[in-house]
């Protein structure tokens, strides 16, 4: 297309910028031959459940918010549960790291997090995941190399920079999975993360969840390059596009850019067009938008119902995949008992974890 209206040359052979333009969009072209991951019934089923796992354990969130039992700030992830599962499956385990921002609780279940961990955290007991101490938008694991958990909008960015020149200078293999939002898109210290991160090659993916709000704002009142893959190009970051409600998409996304980050590439830039069922934190009435158009889209896009299909497709029954809900919903149910009845943080972890004395 403008590419090849821009080709001046009689030649035959590829300008150095149609072959510059021609590796930023590779990945995107290799994308485009074969849309959707070629999932066993087994992964299709393990995706299932992750995405319903979150979904189930996001309205119990609200839930508990609701009675008081959560404090603080509390942003759910219903509707984008494609993103993190398709993204999060394709990771090595124990190696690569994840940092995103406020919006984490659907990452951290998708790394395999206990989800009563994640609820006694919510609710700020001491048996949660960062102590009772983080809660909703602060949880972290180092264990699970998940890096939190960040409500500066697109600091993440940089911290992950961070992240993937450990994994540069350790040399060992792993990638930094660093999400952030259309919103923090706009946040300075992002592209000077991209500069840096393209000129080092580090191994970095960096993940635009484009969930079309920032807070009450859409996209096209902030946002002058609404095409937000774009918006490595003048850093010779690839991007891709991605549809961000259809799991096996997003796997098969992921197996290109992992693949090319870890074969020593550099960053690659994934946009994944999503969509935010909630307002943007529990105290939000989602005025700025039609319930007309909330509706349509859990209706027509629905990344849960779609793999579902999918699932009735290949033979599975509906109650084959009813028993999984119902397990499911008892997963969740046990993490909310473990969460309220486990106890308040000792007054002692004040001063735990924190800087107290001079420095
Ligand atoms: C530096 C900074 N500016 C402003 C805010 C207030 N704020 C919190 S969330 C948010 C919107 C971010 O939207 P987006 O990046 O699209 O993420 P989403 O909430 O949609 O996941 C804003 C402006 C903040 N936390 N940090
Ligand atoms: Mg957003």
């Given at each position: 297309?403008?590419?090849?209206?821009?080709?001046?040359?009689?030649?035959?052979?590829?300008?150095?910028?149609?072959?510059?333009?021609?590796?930023?969009?590779?990945?995107?072209?290799?994308?485009?031959?074969?849309?959707?991951?070629?999932?066993?019934?087994?992964?299709?089923?393990?995706?299932?459940?992750?995405?319903?796992?979150?979904?189930?354990?996001?309205?119990?969130?609200?839930?508990?918010?609701?009675?008081?039992?959560?404090?603080?700030?509390?942003?759910?992830?219903?509707?984008?549960?494609?993103?993190a599962v398709g993204l999060q499956s394709a990771l090595?385990?124990?190696?690569?790291?994840?940092?995103?921002?406020?919006?984490?609780?659907?990452?951290?279940?998708?790394?395999?997090?206990?989800?009563?961990?994640?609820?006694?955290?919510?609710?700020?007991?001491?048996?949660?995941?960062?102590?009772?101490?983080?809660?909703?938008?602060?949880?972290?694991?180092?264990?699970?190399?998940?890096?939190?958990?960040?409500?500066?909008?697109?600091?993440?960015?940089?911290?992950?920079?961070?992240?993937?020149?450990?994994?540069?200078?350790?040399?060992?293999?792993?990638?930094?999975?660093?999400?952030?939002?259309?919103?923090?898109?706009?946040?300075?210290?992002?592209?000077e993360t991209f500069n840096m991160a393209s000129l080092?090659?580090?191994?970095?993916?960096?993940?635009?969840?484009?969930?079309?709000?920032?807070?009450?704002?859409?996209?096209?009142?902030?946002?002058?390059?609404?095409?937000?893959?774009?918006?490595?190009?003048?850093?010779?970051?690839?991007?891709?596009?991605?549809?961000?409600?259809?799991?096996?998409?997003?796997?098969?996304?992921?197996?290109?850019?992992?693949?090319?980050?870890?074969?020593?590439?550099?960053?690659?830039?994934?946009?994944?067009?999503?969509?935010?069922?909630?307002?943007?934190?529990?105290?939000?009435?989602?005025?700025?938008?039609?319930?007309?158009?909330?509706?349509?889209?859990?209706?027509?896009?629905?990344?849960?119902?779609?793999?579902?299909?999918?699932?009735?497709?290949?033979?599975?029954?509906?109650?084959?995949?009813?028993?999984?809900?119902?397990?499911?919903?008892?997963?969740?149910?046990?993490?909310?008992?473990?969460?309220?009845?486990?106890?308040?943080p000792d007054p002692r972890e004040l001063y735990t974890?924190?800087?107290?004395?001079?420095?």
């Amino acid at each position: 297309m403008a590419k090849a209206a821009r080709s001046k040359t009689t030649d035959s052979a590829p300008s150095a910028r149609d072959q510059h333009d021609f590796a930023l969009h590779s990945l995107q072209e290799s994308h485009e031959k074969a849309l959707r991951y070629d999932a066993s019934t087994e992964q299709m089923l393990d995706f299932y459940e992750q995405m319903l796992l979150i979904r189930r354990f996001e309205e119990r969130a609200g839930q508990l918010y609701g009675l008081g039992l959560i404090g603080g700030f509390c942003h759910l992830y219903i509707g984008q549960e494609a993103v993190a599962v398709g993204l999060q499956s394709a990771l090595k385990e124990g190696l690569d790291s994840v940092i995103t921002g406020y919006r984490d609780h659907g990452h951290m279940l998708a790394y395999g997090i206990d989800p009563k961990v994640i609820m006694a955290e919510l609710t700020g007991r001491q048996a949660g995941i960062s102590k009772g101490k983080g809660g909703s938008m602060h949880m972290f694991s180092t264990e699970h190399r998940f890096y939190g958990g960040h409500g500066i909008v697109g600091a993440q960015v940089a911290l992950g920079g961070g992240l993937a020149l450990a994994h540069q200078y350790r040399e060992d293999g792993g990638l930094c999975l660093a999400y952030f939002g259309d919103g923090a898109a706009n946040q300075g210290q992002v592209y000077e993360t991209f500069n840096m991160a393209s000129l080092w090659k580090l191994p970095i993916v960096f993940v635009i969840e484009n969930n079309q709000y920032a807070m009450g704002t859409a996209v096209s009142r902030s946002s002058a390059e609404t095409e937000f893959y774009r918006r490595g190009t003048a850093f010779r970051i690839p991007g891709m596009d991605v549809n961000g409600m259809d799991v096996l998409e997003v796997r098969q996304a992921a197996e290109i850019a992992f693949a090319h980050v870890r074969g020593g590439n550099g960053p690659v830039l994934m946009e994944l067009g999503t969509y935010r069922y909630r307002g943007h934190s529990m105290s939000d009435p989602a005025k700025y938008r039609t319930r007309e158009e909330v509706q349509d889209m859990r209706e027509h896009r629905d990344p849960i119902e779609g793999l579902k299909k999918t699932l009735l497709e290949r033979g599975k029954s509906e109650d084959e995949l009813k028993d999984i809900d119902k397990r499911i919903r008892a997963t969740v149910s046990e993490a909310a008992d473990f969460a309220e009845s486990s106890p308040e943080p000792d007054p002692r972890e004040l001063y735990t974890d924190i800087l107290v004395e001079s420095y």
